[in-house]
Nanobody
Framework: QVLLVESGGGLAQAGGSTRLSCAAS????????LGWFRQAPGKEREFVAA????????KYADSVKGRFTISRDRAKSTVLLEMNSLKPEDTAVYYC?????????????????WGQGTQVTVSS
């Protein structure tokens, strides 16, 4: 069984930082693209950041560009999301996801595996 398990997040203050981590079990994601998505209360789930198989290509939503950084440790099949200069509008449940392919994507439908999500709440 393939599992993606997110950790980190919790409560943070506006202007502060936090870090999310996602670890894979059941298989490795050595050659797979990985991504982060989020869903705020009452809103659709949206793309946040993605990284390709090698870690050399990253994509970001405009709303987080310059504030969030996605990275991966291929050997450990983990993906990180460093979140800086947090805003209250960053409050959401954050999900990590994995593709079959190695090319990163901003589209949710391109991802085959999903974690359960972790809550990030940013207070003003």
């Amino acid at each position: 069984q393939v599992l993606l398990v997110e950790s980190g997040g919790g409560l943070a203050q506006a202007g502060g930082s936090t870090r999310l981590s996602c670890a894979a079990s059941g298989r490795t994601f050595w050659n797979n693209a990985l991504g982060w998505f989020r869903q705020a209360p009452g809103k659709e789930r949206e793309f946040v950041a993605a990284i390709n198989w090698s870690g050399g290509v990253t994509k970001y939503a405009d709303s987080v560009k310059g504030r969030f950084t996605i990275s991966r440790d291929r050997a450990k099949s983990t993906v990180l999301l460093e979140m800086n200069s947090l805003k209250p509008e960053d409050t959401a449940v954050y999900y990590c996801a994995a593709r079959f392919e190695g090319v990163s994507s901003t589209r949710q439908d391109d991802y085959a595996y999903w974690g359960q999500g972790t809550q990030v709440t940013v207070s003003s």
